[in-house]
């Protein structure tokens, strides 16, 4: 499901974008459309409701939220949502963005990870970084989605939710999932927007402002998958408990979650966490939220299958044919999601003999954390104009490739390895699925060569005994 990921529970900011791309030419005409139909945050599509800046005093913290929602906030701090705007990463690129496009992304990529301080018009670059309010620095939180009136997609260039394309209006009017709620501290309005993946789908879709070019397309991957063919939105994966997520992806069913929205409210069938958990366990422990973290591991482990089909026996001095089967059991989008220009899952495949002896690999890492270049990647290749690899956002123009697996789909792969005469049977053939948030590569660029060590986690993996014929 859309990972609130990211943004939220995003890694690596998905809007990093320019004007002109290496190349690009307009018209006259081009450029005069463009510049009539630009909204007043241009290029984020974030508005509010007057179309006019507010002031981010004009927002609730989420501190004075936990004076209620003790659980939700609890659930809230540490995520992904909450580290939005902190996050090294996206900080990382955003500058190097800023400074390639004079500017033109900051107000992009800011309308997802920092939606108050876009509205208020606050962020400026000073000695080299981005300067913010206090409560700009706290992310998607809960004043900016409570106070969201509209999802204003049938007016983007696409006609589909993407880049912030949301309207705000701050106040005392807080609105949600539930008709009947009541509040001594602020007033209630209900929201079908809020249970629906559309809303979601404003920052996890997310377009080129120029060319259109779809970068992230989280949300249209599950809007065609048979998940919203049964009616489970976004939120009934990614706001409930990891155990129920899990039952909801095998069953395709939606399951409850039972309790209380705030300790003075009612019990109820049915109470949307707030960790917000997708895939990224990197940037949350990093941060130190240990919990969620943990949460986006068993998420990982959850989310798809290896079916190993070998031959009983293989014949010395032959070649033998083996192949790797990789199911999405349990994401309602596609693995990997988001920016999947960046994202690594990849199969690593080993075959040694009786004495341990390896006969064949592929998939493992070099000493820099490299893949080998030969294994198979599930993941977007990313070019510029001139058909260029690149991992910057605004340089892109479109995918080499994208083999990504849908929901419920599958990608085989087939390996072969030579048998020698000598070589000690029996064979043991271990197939593992591997996920990488993004390449050591990266990191190194960005947060510098010996920063970080890029965790990985293993999601699945299939053990087969090889008898060797004489």
């Given at each position: ?35 009539e139909a630009k909204p007043p945050f241009y290029p984020s599509l974030i508005n509010t409701h007057t179309g006019k800046p507010v002031k981010s005093t004009e927002f609730t913290s989420p501190d004075i939220c936990s004076g209620c929602h003790v659980e939700i906030y609890k659930q809230w701090k540490g995520s992904m949502h909450s580290h939005a705007y ?385």
């Amino acid at each position: 499901m859309a990972r609130k990921r990211f943004p939220l529970l995003i890694l690596v900011c998905t809007m990093i974008m320019s004007l002109v791309l290496p190349g690009l030419t307009w018209s006259t005409n081009e450029k005069n459309t463009q510049e009539e139909a630009k909204p007043p945050f241009y290029p984020s599509l974030i508005n509010t409701h007057t179309g006019k800046p507010v002031k981010s005093t004009e927002f609730t913290s989420p501190d004075i939220c936990s004076g209620c929602h003790v659980e939700i906030y609890k659930q809230w701090k540490g995520s992904m949502h909450s580290h939005a705007y902190v996050d090294p990463i996206f900080h990382a690129l955003w500058k190097i963005g800023s400074k390639k496009t004079n500017g033109f992304t900051d107000k992009l990529c800011a309308g997802c990870h920092t939606g108050i301080g876009t509205v208020s018009e606050e962020i400026i670059m000073k000695d080299g970084e981005f300067q913010v309010s206090e409560i700009a620095k706290k992310g998607v939180q809960c004043d900016l989605c409570h106070t969201i009136v509209e999802s204003t997609f049938l007016k983007t260039p696409t006609h589909e939710p993407q880049n912030a394309s949301i309207s705000v209006e701050p106040g005392n009017i807080k609105r949600g999932p539930y008709k009947d709620s009541k509040s001594s501290f602020h007033e209630t309005a209900y929201s079908k927007l809020h249970t629906t993946s559309k809303f979601c789908a404003n920052c996890h879709h997310v377009f080129h402002p120029v060319t259109n070019f779809h970068i992230e397309r989280t949300y249209d991957e599950w809007k065609y998958s048979v998940y919203a063919q049964k009616g489970i939105q976004c939120q009934d994966c990614h706001m409930v408990p990891i155990e129920q997520a899990i039952e909801t992806a095998r069953t395709l069913t939606k399951q409850k979650n039972p309790g209380k929205a705030a300790f003075t409210g009612p019990e109820r069938d049915q109470v949307y966490t707030h960790e917000f958990v997708g895939g990224n366990f990197t940037v949350t422990k990093l941060l130190g939220s240990d919990k969620h973290a943990e949460i986006a591991k068993k998420r990982l482990k959850n989310a798809a299958e290896l079916t190993l089909n070998p031959p009983d026996s293989v014949e010395r001095g032959t070649l033998a044919t083996l192949s790797v089967k990789v199911t999405n059991i349990g994401a309602g989008h596609n693995l990997p999601t988001s920016l999947t220009e960046v994202r690594q899952m990849w199969l690593e495949f080993l075959v040694t003999d009786a004495k341990g002896t390896i006969i064949y690999h592929s998939g493992k890492l070099d000493k820099a954390g490299n893949i080998d270049p030969q294994a198979k990647i599930f993941n977007a290749k990313s070019v510029d104009i001139d058909g260029k690899h690149t991992y910057k956002p605004w340089e892109m123009n479109r995918f080499e490739y994208n083999n990504t697996i849908p929901p419920k789909g599958s990608s085989t792969t087939g390996y072969t390895f030579l048998v020698t005469k000598d070589i000690k049977g029996p064979l043991l053939v271990k197939a593992t699925l591997r996920y990488r948030s993004y390449p050591q590569s990266l990191a190194n660029l960005l947060l510098g060569k010996d920063a970080i060590t890029l965790p990985i986690v293993d999601m699945a993996q299939k053990e087969a005994t090889l008898l060797v014929n004489k």
